[in-house]
């Protein structure tokens, strides 16, 4: 798995400020049921991704793109680095990264949980509660939106690739902001913008068509 796929995303520090820390005892496990219900809600949801690798061994990494989701399909389509992809159509799961593989595209049969390094949403926003310990971090303005930060510990130890998450949740739409990773040499930071949902998708969103020359693994 490459380090763009866990999330997909980019390196674009937005502009931070400060806000008031609600009071009145800890509101994390209401703030993440209200985005698992509206998350659950949606027939579809776009977004612009930006994501940061920032690991100490290997130095900084940073790619973005596009992400989509209706129902069991799903797709992040890299604007940087460009052409890469990945995509579930419904039926299979194609990984995209000539980057770090080139030639190759590896097909997988379609998940049947969230797999930490694909859809970013689906692993802290389908049953949380029943899979983390939340607790309120702080809240601030991300690009003049209001959001409050929930920390995130696996009840499993070693189930996820990560050993906490940071989750920011815009207070007006209950939607993720900003997600961050801490993945024990590296941290993941990514940021969620232009968010738009219930639309529509261009045609071949949720297709992958092979570029010509390159190989199908399966796996």
């Keep these: 798995m490459t380090h763009r796929l ?14 008031q820390t609600p009071a009145s005892s800890d509101p994390a496990p209401e703030i993440v049921t209200k985005a698992a219900r509206i998350y659950r809600g949606l027939s579809g949801l776009q977004a612009d991704f930006r994501q940061k690798l920032a690991d100490k061994r290997l130095g900084d990494q940073s790619s973005k793109g596009t992400l989509y989701q209706a129902g069991n399909r799903f797709a992040m389509r890299f604007s940087d680095p460009a052409g890469e992809a990945v995509v579930l159509d419904g039926t299979k799961l194609w990984v995209y990264t000539p980057s770090d593989n080139p030639g190759v595209v590896v097909r997988y049969p379609p998940p049947t949980s969230p797999v930490f390094g694909y859809n970013i949403l689906d692993w802290f926003l389908k049953s949380p509660l029943d899979r ?10 991300i690009d003049g939106r209001v959001t409050d930060a929930v920390l995130l510990q696996p009840l499993v130890p070693g189930e996820f690739q990560f050993r906490r998450a940071t989750l920011w949740f815009d207070r007006t739409d209950g939607l993720p902001r900003r997600i961050q990773t801490d993945e024990g040499p590296q941290t993941r930071t990514v940021d969620l913008a232009n968010l738009r949902t219930n639309g529509t998708f261009p045609a071949g969103t949720f297709v992958f068509r092979v570029p010509s020359g390159v190989k199908v693994v399966d796996q």
Excluded: H, Q
């Excluded at 995303?9 to 400060?18: E, F, Q, R, T």
């Excluded at 983390?132 to 303005?141: A, L």
């Design 6 to 19: 866990a999330l997909l995303a980019a390196l674009l520090l937005p502009v931070i400020g400060s806000a």
């Design 132 to 141: 983390y310990r939340v607790s309120f971090v702080k809240s601030e303005t």
